[in-house]
């Protein structure tokens, strides 16, 4: 069993920067991969990064390359994701995942994000709102 807690949402201005945690239970969290959702109002729940457990290769969606960044500290069981260079249509809330093995993150393809049943366990979310 995986418990995940997500941190670090709130309002920013647009070309603000956030930094998203997600804090994991457990001693296994290195065989996760974890990924990064986001769903705004009125709108399907989308894949935003990955990163792989094993390699930590690290997958972004089109949207995100170059302003967001994924990073993990798997001795303090923590995912984070930078965010800069926000936008108004970054507004959100975030989610984070965890999957067993490499297939939810890059695992079909090099830019697959996974899907939801990927995904064995979900934080709560975090709000993300920008503001122009």
């Known amino acids: 069993q995986v418990q995940l807690v997500e941190s670090g949402g709130g309002l920013v201005q647009a070309g603000g920067s956030l930094r998203l945690s997600c804090a994991a239970s457990g001693s296994t969290f290195g065989y996760y991969s974890i990924g990064w959702f986001r769903q705004a109002p009125g709108e399907e729940r989308a894949g935003v990064s990955c990163i792989r457990s094993k390699d930590d290769r690290s997958v972004y969606a089109d949207s995100v390359k170059g302003r967001f960044t994924i990073s993990r500290d798997n001795a303090k069981n923590t995912v984070y994701l930078q965010m800069n260079d926000l936008k108004p249509e970054d507004t959100a809330v975030y989610y984070c995942?965890?999957?067993?093995?490499?297939?939810?993150?890059?695992?079909?393809?090099?830019?697959?994000?996974?899907?939801?049943?990927?995904?064995?366990?979900w934080g709560q979310g975090t709000q993300v709102t920008v503001s122009s």
């Open positions: 995942a965890a999957g067993w093995g490499t297939i939810p993150c890059g695992g079909r393809y090099a830019s697959d994000l996974g899907r939801d049943d990927d995904y064995d366990y």
